[in-house]
């Protein structure tokens, strides 16, 4: 493996997470409509990069989603939009807080190589998470992918990525929680990978380049380990 020169990194489940989880907005969604879940958390992640792709906005993306999906599962739209208002009530994008050890990760690696953030998402969604940790001071690009450039795993977003920072794949390394999203887009694109493992031993998808367990583990290096 030659010299890494270019880290990128994900957002969601990498970096950073909500203060409550989305199921538990949810939820709290569904008791201020007063209905019965309509849906799992599990079925809105499924579609979100497939509503992503032709919404604009986050409050856009989830009325179509939450109204397609409770009308596949035999309820009325209307119902599923309703759930979508009392969703962006509940949740507060800026409600968002850096794993632990995730700053000192990312002032490290700051000094060492170039940095960018490859994330799919509603752009809105995403720039308010961004701006509530201040992730802009340890970054110089950043790529909301799912609008303008097709999500991850397609190549385009971290070639736009590695394009603003005058990088190339083979010097490069992704960093994401993500097999298919991350792992595989990165290699698809040429770059190398580590894949945040999160604990989980029985993942099945593409090999990641490295693995780590949580982004706090990012240090030292892995590239850089005798080891590796």
């Avoid at 792709?53 to 989603?65: F, I, K, N, Q």
């Amino acid at each position: 493996m030659g010299r890494i020169e270019t880290v990128l990194f994900d957002l969601d489940g990498t970096l950073l997470r909500y203060e409550r989880s989305p199921g538990e907005v949810l939820r709290a969604s569904l008791d201020r409509v007063g209905t019965d879940p309509l849906f799992s958390v599990e079925d809105y992640y499924d579609r979100f990069d497939e509503f992503a792709r032709r919404c604009d906005s986050m409050a856009e993306l989830r009325s179509e989603c939450f109204a397609a999906l409770a009308a596949e599962n035999g309820h009325d739209a209307a119902l599923g939009r309703a759930v979508a208002t009392a969703f962006d009530a509940e949740r507060d994008q800026s409600n968002v807080e850096l794993y632990p050890r995730a700053r000192e990760v990312l002032e490290t690696i700051h000094q060492q190589y170039a940095v960018g953030i490859v994330t799919n998402g509603a752009r809105d969604a995403q720039r308010r998470k961004i701006d509530a940790v201040g992730l802009e001071r340890w970054t110089d690009t950043i790529v909301i992918a799912g609008q303008d450039v097709p999500p991850k795993p397609a190549p385009e977003p971290f070639e736009r990525a590695l394009d603003a920072l005058d990088a190339i794949p083979e010097t490069a390394v992704h960093v994401g929680d993500s097999l298919e999203s991350d792992v595989r887009g990165a290699a698809d694109a040429g770059l190398h990978s580590v894949w945040v493992s999160g604990g989980d031993t029985d993942a099945d998808g593409p090999t990641p380049t490295y693995r780590i367990e949580t982004i706090g583990t990012l240090l030292p290096a892995p590239w850089n380990r005798s080891d590796s």
